[in-house]
Nanobody, 131 residues
Framework: QVQVVESGGGLVQAGGSLRLSCAAS????????MGWFRQAPGKEREFVTA????????YYTDSVKGRFIISRDIAKNTGDLQMYSLKPEDTAVYYC????????????????????????WGQGTQVTVSS
């Protein structure tokens, strides 16, 4: 099973940028889609973005479209979340997650965004955006 560890969180002023990284273990990482979720204090965990195993399908929640970019480097077994124009409401613990099944095409947003479809989760990294 693929295991992941996030890094790159921190404190940033509104309007700033951060890049989160997800380091994966396991030789089969490239055959799984992955995604990022976040959880703000007192709120439920929410979907942020996902990318298919092939990298040709990307999904973003509306609140981050145009500001966040998900990417992955199969050769390095890493996935990144580049965040621009950060807002205080982006403050949360961010989690990297890997899909349960290999070779999923991720044809629909609903399937891509459901947390139940992710089988491996990192421990989370804190992102705090000050106003």
């Amino acid at each position: 099973q693929v295991q992941v560890v996030e890094s790159g969180g921190g404190l940033v002023q509104a309007g700033g940028s951060l890049r989160l990284s997800c380091a994966a273990s396991g030789r089969t990482f490239g055959t799984y889609g992955m995604g990022w979720f976040r959880q703000a204090p007192g709120k439920e965990r929410e979907f942020v973005t996902a990318i298919s195993w092939s990298g040709d399908r990307l999904y973003y929640t509306d609140s981050v479209k145009g500001r966040f970019i998900i990417s992955r480097d199969i050769a390095k077994n890493t996935g990144d979340l580049q965040m621009y124009s950060l807002k205080p409401e982006d403050t949360a613990v961010y989690y990297c997650a890997v899909r349960r099944r290999q070779y999923e095409p991720l044809l629909y947003y609903s399937a891509a965004a459901g947390p139940e479809n992710f089988g491996s989760w990192g421990q989370g990294t804190q992102v705090t955006v000050s106003s």
